[in-house]
């Protein structure tokens, strides 16, 4: 047979390779000379990347080439030094090349025998981050994409923990079963919301309770609800707290609302994705709150240690709790069992799950948690100087009180006489021209006192001279945004 139906040659991939390597070495060195995010429309990237279905083979060095000019200019680089959106996470250098031996071996990480040493790997490293979260109790845990799906995976364990429903083996259809409910503060991440859709609680049955200024959910204001809902005839199923979040990076009161879960035998979640590896950094530890009576936890590495999308890690101090919720084993995946196996299908929803405990491992062992610590360390302090640069100057104001590297800040000049709607205005311009422009990228939320501008600081590559750069940005662009249109009602 004379065409080739094989893969590359190992010497092939070796070379192509080293292209690649060079490119990144490039793209890294150059890193602040490139925009954060493309200018182009949606239209105009389609238009760039569209193209007829592929019928002949191209050499690589043309693929990688037209990567570098077509898709990699049109990305919004989250592993940018000034790339404050979101929640600003890191790709490390580590994780990267984890990432190449990991989609080189190919593994699936479902049952003990399909792959050993990573199914260790993946124990091992669950019980270092369990550790770092200052959650020792774990019994069951397993690593997942995100939060959202942690979230997700802890809810069905606490509904399968209630007792006279056995829901997993008879389902929600035709039966008369009380409404279960989960609650929450008004700032809880939506992943609450979408958990409860796809479980058949629904939307009605999340009990969102509002958190006031502070951003913090009420254990009496809890406790009132549950015991509201308990007379109503209806079922309280869990609790959701957070240390962390999205909007303002704020702390529920975990052991207070641990006590009042107990009280009504309710579980409780706590959605930690953000908060919870903040713990390695002595400045933040003490300001943190006990976890060792959550029920579950979810926690992202993703977002705080150094490890590219995807890696969250949920963690159950019940023994079984997902695994007699999701242990389903046909004929054609029934194995051998021994001491110290484990079969991480169970755990979930995935069979096919990546190898993708292998990021932490490496990372882990290359940083070390002294490593870590101090890297959490100069972020946090890069917040404080921003924050201070802020209250110093007579027409910022910040906005939340969080010990994470979350500000929100918001314009208001004090010698003008806007009213909060022009503010809000004001703040969109302010927040749109610094993105337009490119350098930098930061992300915004809306809070009692109004529109807010909302950076977080997170970024391996983030020095002292970005955030400096980012603040001389935002008040260049509120002097360019104030001065000419200070009466006008922005539709912006």
Same mark, same amino acid.
């Given at each position: 047979?004379?065409?080739?139906?094989?893969?590359?040659?190992?010497?092939?991939?070796?070379?192509?390779?080293?292209?690649?390597?060079?490119?990144?070495?490039?793209?890294?060195?150059?890193?602040?000379?490139?925009?954060?995010?493309?200018?182009?429309?949606?239209?105009?990237?389609?238009?760039?990347?569209?193209?007829?279905?592929?019928?002949?083979?191209?050499?690589?060095?043309?693929?990688?080439?037209?990567?570098?000019?077509?898709?990699?200019?049109?990305?919004?680089?989250?592993?940018?030094?000034?790339?404050?959106?979101?929640?600003?996470?890191?790709?490390?250098?580590?994780?990267?090349?984890?990432?190449?031996?990991?989609?080189?071996?190919?593994?699936?990480?479902?049952?003990?025998?399909?792959?050993?040493?990573?199914? +260790?790997?993946?124990? /091992?490293? #669950?019980?270092?981050? *369990?550790?770092?979260? !200052?959650?020792?109790?774990?019994?069951?845990? @397993?690593?997942?994409?995100?939060?959202?799906?942690?979230?997700?995976?802890?809810?069905?364990?606490?509904?399968?923990?209630?007792?006279?429903?056995?829901?997993?083996?008879?389902?929600?259809?035709?039966?008369?079963?009380?409404?279960?409910?989960?609650?929450?503060?008004?700032?809880?991440?939506?992943?609450?919301?979408?958990?409860?859709?796809?479980?058949?609680?629904?939307?009605?049955?999340?009990?969102?309770?509002?958190?006031?200024?502070?951003?913090?959910?009420?254990?009496?204001?809890?406790?009132?609800?549950?015991?509201?809902?308990?007379?109503?005839?209806?079922?309280?199923?869990?609790?959701?707290?957070?240390?962390?979040?999205?909007?303002?990076?704020?702390?529920?009161?975990?052991?207070?609302?641990?006590?009042?879960? +107990?009280?009504?035998? /309710?579980? #409780?979640?706590?959605? *930690?994705?953000?908060? !919870?590896?903040?713990?390695?950094?002595?400045? @933040?530890?003490?300001?943190?709150?006990?976890?060792?009576?959550?029920?579950?936890?979810?926690?992202?590495?993703?977002?705080?240690?150094?490890?590219?999308?995807?890696?969250?890690?949920?963690?159950?101090?019940?023994?079984?709790?997902?695994?007699?919720?999701?242990?389903?084993?046909?004929?054609?995946?029934?194995?051998?069992?021994?001491?110290?196996?484990?079969?991480?299908?169970?755990?979930?929803?995935?069979?096919?799950?990546?190898?993708?405990?292998?990021?932490?491992?490496?990372?882990?062992?290359?940083?070390?948690?002294?490593?870590?610590?101090?890297?959490?360390?100069?972020?946090?302090?890069?917040?404080?100087?921003?924050?201070?640069?802020?209250?110093?100057?007579?027409?910022?104001?910040?906005?939340?009180?969080?010990?994470?590297?979350?500000?929100?800040?918001?314009?208001?000049?004090?010698?003008?006489?806007?009213?909060?709607?022009?503010?809000?205005?004001?703040?969109?311009?302010?927040?749109?021209?610094?993105?337009?422009?490119?350098?930098?990228?930061?992300?915004?939320?809306?809070?009692?006192?109004?529109?807010?501008?909302?950076?977080?600081?997170?970024?391996?590559?983030?020095?002292?001279?970005?955030?400096?750069?980012?603040?001389?940005?935002?008040?260049?662009?509120?002097?360019?945004?104030?001065?000419?249109?200070?009466?006008?009602?922005?539709?912006?």
């Amino acid at each position: 047979m004379s065409e080739n139906v094989g893969d590359w040659s190992p010497e092939e991939l070796e070379k192509n390779g080293h292209l690649l390597l060079s490119q990144l070495r490039e793209h890294f060195t150059t890193l602040r000379t490139q925009p954060v995010t493309t200018t182009r429309s949606a239209q105009e990237i389609r238009a760039v990347i569209d193209e007829p279905l592929p019928t002949a083979p191209q050499p690589f060095p043309e693929i990688l080439r037209q990567t570098w000019d077509d898709v990699r200019p049109n990305l919004t680089l989250w592993n940018h030094p000034r790339f404050h959106a979101y929640f600003s996470n890191s790709s490390s250098g580590p994780a990267i090349l984890a990432e190449m031996f990991t989609a080189a071996m190919n593994v699936n990480v479902m049952l003990w025998d399909a792959a050993p040493a990573a199914a +260790a790997v993946e124990l /091992t490293v #669950l019980d270092w981050l *369990a550790q770092m979260v !200052g959650y020792p109790v774990a019994q069951d845990s @397993v690593l997942v994409d995100g939060a959202s799906l942690g979230t997700l995976y802890a809810l069905a364990a606490a509904r399968e923990r209630l007792s006279g429903l056995d829901i997993r083996q008879q389902g929600l259809a035709g039966r008369d079963l009380p409404r279960l409910r989960i609650y929450a503060s008004d700032q809880t991440h939506s992943s609450v919301d979408k958990a409860a859709i796809t479980l058949g609680i629904g939307l009605d049955n999340v009990v969102r309770l509002p958190a006031g200024p502070t951003g913090r959910l009420d254990p009496e204001a809890l406790r009132a609800a549950l015991e509201r809902d308990v007379r109503s005839g209806h079922r309280p199923l869990a609790v959701v707290a957070n240390v962390g979040t999205t909007s303002i990076g704020a702390i529920d009161p975990v052991e207070e609302i641990a006590e009042v879960c +107990a009280a009504h035998d /309710t579980w #409780l979640h706590v959605d *930690a994705a953000y908060g !919870g590896f903040w713990r390695l950094a002595p400045e @933040v530890r003490p300001l943190l709150p006990d976890l060792s009576r959550a029920d579950s936890v979810v926690a992202n590495p993703h977002k705080v240690l150094l490890s590219p999308m995807e890696a969250g890690a949920l963690f159950c101090r019940h023994r079984d709790a997902l695994t007699n919720t999701f242990r389903v084993v046909p004929e054609y995946l029934r194995t051998r069992h021994e001491d110290g196996s484990v079969d991480f299908m169970n755990y979930s929803l995935q069979l096919g799950r990546q190898f993708r405990a292998l990021k932490l491992w490496w990372l882990i062992k290359t940083f070390g948690v002294a490593g870590l610590t101090s890297r959490l360390s100069a972020a946090a302090a890069l917040a404080d100087g921003l924050r201070a640069r802020a209250r110093a100057h007579p027409d910022w104001t910040v906005e939340n009180d969080s010990p994470f590297p979350l500000v929100c800040l918001r314009h208001r000049p004090h010698d003008r006489d806007l009213d909060d709607e022009e503010t809000d205005a004001l703040n969109r311009r302010v927040h749109r021209a610094v993105n337009d422009a490119g350098t930098s990228f930061v992300s915004h939320t809306v809070l009692p006192t109004g529109y807010a501008l909302r950076i977080s600081i997170g970024n391996i590559h983030t020095t002292e001279a970005d955030i400096d750069a980012l603040w001389g940005e935002l008040t260049a662009a509120a002097e360019r945004c104030a001065a000419p249109r200070l009466t006008e009602r922005s539709t912006l």
